[in-house]
């Protein structure tokens, strides 16, 4: 397909630049394949994991999830390669010589780097949450110890605008919580009703809660009305599996999937729920990334260096992984509370917007 205002350059640089990119995939991928059998294989002989299982559940669905999570870093060190390749054989000297400006040697890069963040982003949102749920299935069978705390304490939740609920304890193996209450106000604060019961327990076969032994006591102004039961069916937001689940489980959801528990989430009143905004915001932060990165090796390979391809590949791997280190750092101080989540996950990317211009207006010319 031929893209109006492109030139054979262009389309060689793309095809330099995108051959590269999966390329260092493959290569990496291997590689972190290779390691990460080696460290899991006393798990999986001992829990007689079938092979079978190892190549399609987990291996098949490991490799595009580590693949779109470091794609940044194959990104930068694509750029850094082949571009130091061609400074090194004076391939750039001749474009800038024959009158391709530096601005218009940033077209087949951008189209690159927008092909990729498309790419990256359509998989994390829509391909890899699938992928996912069946890798971590695995991962609890044959990898993993105590998936869960099958005991929780002193557990609040809001279930419905103005409803809360209050169990002592809950425990995920009986689906089953001790000393249950739940509360209703009005919108001005006021209680409405309080229920209160020993325990409550799902029942699989009506898909309903159970709250056994209960009484309830409803006010009316300065009247109270107290009703009792033994049994009462109820439906509420909440499920046996929210107690169950773990933080990660957000990376099995498509982007219309997260946002669903995100609202449910907060409906509820969970806590940490800074993990899952920084999942939400991150999926729209990292192909932004692609474009920083690209610039910031675009403007380091692009010149021939005393040290060599070696020396230019070196200081990329080191703003690359500085990149990636910086990124983590950030989200840990969100998790704690203290950063918001939108503001921790672009934080490396502003950070490094800044270094890209400022590489950008010292480039070679």
């Known amino acids: 397909m031929n893209i109006p205002g492109l030139k054979i350059i262009d389309y060689y640089i793309i095809k330099k630049f995108l051959g590269t990119f999966f390329f260092a995939i493959v290569l990496i991928m291997g590689i972190a394949i290779v390691f990460d059998f080696a460290e899991k294989l006393d798990e999986f002989l001992e829990k007689e994991a079938p092979m079978k299982a190892i190549i399609f559940d987990y291996y098949l669905n490991f490799t595009p999830y580590f693949a779109v999570l470091f794609s940044p870093l194959f990104t930068f060190i694509a750029v850094i390669f082949f571009t130091s390749k061609l400074a090194y054989n004076t391939e750039i000297i001749a474009m800038l010589s024959n009158g391709f400006s530096f ?8 189209i690159s780097a927008l092909i990729i963040a498309a790419f990256t982003f359509g998989l994390n949102n829509f391909v890899i949450p699938r992928a996912n749920e069946v890798r971590l299935e695995f991962e609890e069978m ?7 705390r099958y005991t929780q304490k002193n557990i609040h ?9 209050y169990m002592e304890s809950y425990s995920n193996l ?8 739940m509360e209703e106000f009005d919108d001005d604060g006021q209680l409405l009703s309080k229920l209160m019961s020993d325990f409550i327990i799902w029942d699989s076969t009506i898909h309903k809660w159970v709250i056994s032994n209960y009484y309830i006591r409803r006010f009316d102004g300065l009247e109270e009305k107290i009703e009792t039961g033994r049994r009462l069916d109820t439906t509420l937001t909440i499920f046996p599996e929210d107690f169950a689940m773990r933080e990660s489980i957000v990376s099995t959801m ?3 999937e997260l946002n669903d528990f995100i609202d449910m989430q907060k409906l509820q009143g969970a806590e940490n729920i800074e993990v899952y905004l920084i999942e939400r915001y991150g999926r729209y932060a990292n192909p932004f990334s692609t474009f920083i990165l690209t610039i910031i090796g675009l403007t380091l390979s692009s010149r021939k260096v005393k040290g060599g391809i070696g020396m230019q590949i070196g200081v990329g791997l080191f703003l690359s992984f500085s990149y990636i280190f910086f990124m983590q750092f950030s989200k840990q101080f969100s998790i704690g509370g203290n950063v918001n989540p939108l503001l921790a996950v672009w934080i490396p990317n502003i950070i490094f917007t800044i270094i890209g211009l400022f590489l950008y207006r010292y480039a070679p010319k």
């Open 103 to 110: 601005n218009r040697l940033l077209v087949p890069y951008f």
């Open 142 to 148: 044959y990898y993993r110890d105590h998936p869960v």
């Open 157 to 165: 939740k809001q279930v419905f605008p103005n409803v809360y609920i």
């Open 174 to 181: 009986a689906n089953r919580g001790y000393k249950f209450s």
């Open 254 to 256: 498509n982007l219309s």
